[in-house]
């Protein structure tokens, strides 16, 4: 009986290496894509040795065409769960940041992840089972914050996964977004975004993101947000007018940028 497969992009550290690691656990193997060719085949040969799966490594940068239509070829050809982590955020006022990164953010933000889930779509469908977790973000909830580029793109995320949710209910596929707020990863420090003066209580445990994910995943939500915080947060913003959450986000950006 074939074992059932997961393509995680982004999964050379932080939520992707996570998802790795609690999939290798329940026995798929999986395909492994990004960037660090190194850091993919470190984690690869783990997961081989502590839970005896099959981990390929396909090192690609999704912002690449080429790279990406070779990790589009292989979703065509059939896996079981796809999670769409690989993303980016630029840090700074919209005027100040280099067009041609926020140019990359939107492509990998946003291009690759319809694109993947396209390629990954159809041989589910065929199957009629099948699972596609985009990662978006609390800040795809809150207009302002960090920037607007990174923010309109997860909301795009989450659009397109609520949109993609019931359009594959039918089929047996479940679609889902995951919406986190700040977690331990490397994803700040490569944003150049200063994390010191947050309060603790807003920070989650990656196991812990990954893990409320795949329960939510299996009990048929829409939308994961992990943690009470932010899903008190996610109540509030949703009932608050927008022209309020978007002032108080404003507020709130200028104050941290004055610390």
Same mark, same amino acid.
């Given at each position: 009986?074939?074992?059932?497969?997961?393509?995680?992009?982004?999964?050379?550290?932080?939520?992707?290496?996570?998802?790795?690691?609690?999939?290798?656990?329940?026995?798929?193997?999986?395909?492994?894509?990004?960037?660090?060719?190194?850091?993919? /085949?470190?984690?690869?040969?783990?997961?081989?040795?502590?839970?005896?799966?099959?981990?390929? %490594?396909?090192?690609?940068?999704?912002?690449?065409?080429?790279?990406?239509?070779?990790?589009?070829?292989?979703?065509?050809?059939?896996?079981?769960?796809?999670?769409?982590?690989?993303?980016?955020?630029?840090?700074?006022?919209?005027?100040?940041?280099?067009?041609?990164?926020?140019?990359?953010?939107?492509?990998?933000?946003?291009?690759?992840?319809?694109?993947?889930?396209?390629?990954?779509?159809? =041989?589910?469908?065929?199957?009629?089972?099948?699972?596609?977790?985009?990662? /978006?973000?609390?800040?795809?909830?809150?207009?302002?914050?960090?920037? =607007?580029?990174?923010?309109?793109?997860?909301?795009?995320?989450?659009?397109?996964?609520?949109?993609?949710?019931?359009?594959? @209910? =039918?089929?047996?596929?479940?679609?889902?977004?995951?919406?986190?707020?700040?977690?331990? *990863?490397?994803?700040?420090?490569?944003?150049?975004?200063?994390?010191?003066? /947050?309060?603790?209580?807003?920070?989650?445990?990656?196991?812990?993101?990954?893990?409320?994910?795949?329960?939510?995943?299996?009990?048929?939500?829409?939308?994961?947000?992990?943690?009470? %915080?932010?899903?008190?947060? *996610? %109540?509030?913003?949703?009932?608050?007018?927008? /022209?309020?959450?978007?002032? *108080?986000?404003?507020?709130? @950006? @200028?104050?941290?940028?004055?610390?």
């Amino acid at each position: 009986m074939a074992r059932h497969v997961a393509l995680i992009t982004g999964a050379s550290s932080g939520i992707g290496a996570e998802f790795a690691r609690q999939l290798a656990a329940r026995g798929l193997d999986l395909v492994l894509v990004a960037r660090d060719e190194a850091r993919l /085949s470190a984690l690869a040969a783990e997961l081989r040795e502590e839970h005896g799966v099959t981990a390929e %490594v396909m090192p690609a940068d999704l912002v690449d065409d080429t790279q990406r239509r070779v990790v589009e070829q292989r979703l065509r050809a059939g896996v079981d769960f796809l999670v769409n982590n690989a993303g980016f955020g630029n840090h700074g006022d919209f005027v100040d940041l280099d067009i041609e990164a926020e140019d990359a953010e939107v492509r990998l933000n946003v291009l690759a992840v319809v694109r993947l889930t396209h390629a990954a779509l159809a =041989p589910m469908i065929d199957r009629g089972k099948g699972a596609v977790v985009n990662v /978006s973000s609390v800040a795809g909830l809150v207009p302002g914050l960090p920037n =607007p580029t990174y923010g309109a793109s997860k909301a795009f995320v989450t659009s397109f996964s609520e949109s993609l949710h019931e359009q594959m @209910r =039918p089929h047996g596929v479940r679609v889902m977004a995951l919406c986190p707020g700040y977690t331990h *990863t490397e994803f700040h420090a490569r944003a150049g975004i200063d994390t010191s003066s /947050s309060p603790d209580l807003l920070w989650l445990d990656v196991e812990d993101v990954v893990r409320a994910a795949l329960k939510d995943l299996a009990a048929g939500r829409a939308v994961s947000v992990p943690g009470a %915080v932010y899903k008190a947060i *996610t %109540v509030l913003t949703r009932l608050a007018p927008r /022209s309020l959450a978007r002032r *108080t986000a404003g507020r709130l @950006r @200028r104050g941290a940028m004055k610390v």
